[in-house]
């Protein structure tokens, strides 16, 4: 996936949101129903967000993001991760950090 730097905030989240409910339609399922059946590693939140490790433990510690650790290795439900981004985008389109 290409670096995209500058790009506001608004737009990182709603291209995130796309993407996520496009995998949706992809696989044939209800969004919700396909949401709730997926996980993500750290790394996949990273490049869908477009945000830094550093960023996403920070989220992680605040409290910003739901997080499961499974043998030292930490997953995000993809339910979770959209419902972030949709709260996220209700507050005017930034992410609080």
């Known amino acids: 996936m290409k670096h995209q730097q500058n790009k506001p905030a608004a737009t990182v989240i709603e291209a995130a949101i796309e993407k996520m409910d496009a995998t949706a339609l992809q696989n044939n399922l209800p969004g919700k129903e396909r949401l709730q059946q997926s996980l993500m590693d750290s790394y996949e939140v990273q490049q ?10 920070n989220w992680r510690k605040k409290g ?3 997080f499961s ?11 979770d991760v959209y419902q972030m981004l949709k709260e996220r985008k209700q507050k005017k389109g930034m992410l609080a950090a």
């Open 64 to 66: 910003l993001i739901a």
């Open 69 to 79: 650790k499974v043998g030292g290795r930490v997953y995000f439900e993809v339910a």
């Open 48 to 57: 869908l967000l477009h945000i830094s490790r550093g960023t996403l433990y």
